[in-house]
């Protein structure tokens, strides 16, 4: 018994039994469906709670919200000794925190606003060509002809799923696109500029500081609309709303997201991104009848086929180490 034991677990055993990672995959892979939900499900409840709050005052209650959030993830990692960095990383971190939440976070709450739920969770997903494109520009990659066919592709895909705004002369929504795909790019600006300061200090703090950075001009900007919401007539369900698009979706959802990505690998876990939309689209056509003809539809297809082309697409050669990228200015 000992001798069998000691060779091995029987087959019945690992059937049973399976290993570690294999759980630690199978969990992340259940989170990672979980967290597509909760992302699909976000933007038409931010839609709500803007709707009530104003974006202006949405960002104003999620930027008292966020910094406590930040701070209790260093606490409980730290302690009350918070890493000390030098000035210029420090700079670093101040410059990555306007990126991603005076300029990403504020353009994508006024650009859902004035556009519709599935119109803005296809145009964020256009985020990896920008990304593409940036690593480019900066000489990190090249890129090959089935990654530029795809950045063409998923162009041409937005034109055909915007067409109907345009020719329809719906200013505002078609607006609220564009502040999107600006607000997309921002969001790759933050992806390339952040992953050398991640390498060094870890997401947890990159994440802690840039969030405590960021949130001082948004803060002061939106202050002025925040100020004006009745917050004492603000019912439950707003609250709610509200606590769910803060909390749950951005902060606690990132944390998972970089959880699921360690243990299942970006490549594996990266594709799962494109349910978001289709997610989006059946919410908020259940919640708002939000309605989609043929050309929008197309258009949807066309373009997250062309976003993934371009970021599955065999990689061109590197050339130069990504190590050596700073913050984008």
Same mark, same amino acid.
Not at 27 to 40: E, Q, R
Not at 252 to 257: F, I, M, N, S
Not at 268 to 293: D, H, K, N, Q, S
């Given at each position: 018994?000992?001798?069998?034991?000691?060779?091995?677990?029987?087959?019945?055993?690992?059937?049973?039994?399976?290993?570690?990672?294999?759980?630690?995959?199978?969990?992340?892979?259940?989170?990672?469906?979980?967290?597509?939900?909760?992302?699909?499900?976000?933007?038409?409840?931010?839609?709500?709670?803007?709707?009530?709050?104003?974006?202006?005052?949405?960002?104003?209650?999620?930027?008292?919200?966020?910094?406590?959030?930040?701070?209790?993830?260093?606490?409980?990692?730290?302690?009350?000794?918070?890493?000390?960095?030098?000035?210029?990383?420090?700079?670093?971190?101040?410059?990555?925190?306007?990126?991603?939440?005076?300029?990403?976070?504020?353009?994508?709450?006024?650009?859902?606003?004035?556009?519709?739920?599935?119109?803005?969770?296809?145009?964020?997903?256009?985020?990896?060509?920008?990304?593409?494109?940036?690593?480019?520009?900066?000489?990190?990659?090249?890129?090959?002809?089935?990654?530029?066919?795809?950045?063409?592709?998923?162009?041409?895909?937005?034109?055909?799923?915007?067409?109907?705004?345009?020719?329809?002369?719906?200013?505002?929504?078609? /607006?609220?696109?564009? !502040? +999107? @795909? $600006?607000? =997309?790019?921002?969001?790759?600006?933050?992806?390339? &500029? %952040?992953?050398? #300061?991640?390498?060094?200090?870890?997401?947890?703090?990159?994440?802690?500081?840039?969030?405590?950075? /960021?949130?001082?001009? !948004? +803060? @002061? $900007?939106? =202050?002025?609309?925040?100020?004006?919401?009745?917050? &004492? %007539?603000?019912? #439950?369900?707003?609250?709610?709303?509200?606590?769910?698009?803060?909390?749950?979706?951005?902060?606690? /959802?990132?944390?998972?997201?970089?959880?699921?990505? =360690?243990?299942?690998?970006?490549?594996?876990?990266?594709?799962?991104?494109? #349910?978001?939309?289709?997610?989006?689209?059946?919410?908020?056509?259940?919640?708002?009848?939000?309605?989609?003809?043929?050309?929008?539809?197309?258009?949807?297809?066309?373009?997250?086929?062309?976003?993934?082309?371009?970021?599955?697409?065999?990689?061109?050669?590197?050339?130069?180490?990504?190590?050596?990228?700073?913050?984008?200015?």
């Amino acid at each position: 018994m000992f001798t069998s034991r000691s060779a091995g677990p029987t087959p019945t055993a690992i059937a049973s039994y399976p290993p570690p990672e294999t759980s630690r995959q199978r969990a992340a892979l259940l989170l990672a469906f979980a967290l597509i939900l909760v992302w699909g499900i976000n933007f038409s409840v931010q839609k709500f709670v803007f709707n009530a709050l104003t974006p202006g005052g949405f960002l104003f209650i999620r930027y008292l919200i966020m910094p406590v959030c930040a701070a209790a993830l260093l606490w409980q990692r730290y302690g009350i000794n918070w890493p000390r960095l030098p000035a210029p990383e420090l700079w670093a971190l101040l410059r990555l925190g306007l990126l991603g939440h005076l300029l990403h976070v504020g353009l994508v709450t006024f650009g859902i606003h004035w556009s519709t739920a599935f119109s803005s969770s296809l145009i964020l997903a256009c985020g990896p060509v920008f990304t593409l494109l940036l690593l480019r520009r900066l000489g990190i990659e090249r890129l090959t002809r089935a990654q530029i066919a795809g950045v063409a592709v998923a162009c041409v895909g937005v034109l055909i799923f915007l067409s109907d705004k345009l020719l329809g002369a719906q200013w505002r929504a078609g /607006g609220g696109d564009l !502040v +999107l @795909l $600006i607000a =997309a790019f921002f969001f790759s600006a933050y992806t390339v &500029s %952040a992953k050398p #300061l991640i390498e060094r200090h870890g997401g947890v703090l990159v994440m802690a500081y840039a969030t405590l950075f /960021g949130c001082v001009p !948004v +803060l @002061l $900007i939106s =202050a002025p609309a925040g100020l004006q919401v009745d917050w &004492s %007539a603000v019912s #439950l369900t707003i609250w709610s709303g509200l606590m769910w698009a803060v909390v749950v979706s951005a902060f606690v /959802g990132w944390l998972v997201w970089g959880w699921v990505n =360690a243990v299942r690998g970006v490549a594996r876990t990266a594709p799962l991104i494109y #349910l978001m939309p289709p997610v989006a689209g059946l919410v908020a056509w259940w919640v708002t009848g939000e309605g989609y003809g043929a050309i929008k539809l197309i258009g949807a297809v066309v373009t997250l086929i062309g976003v993934a082309v371009a970021q599955f697409a065999r990689r061109g050669d590197p050339a130069r180490n990504v190590e050596s990228v700073g913050v984008v200015d």
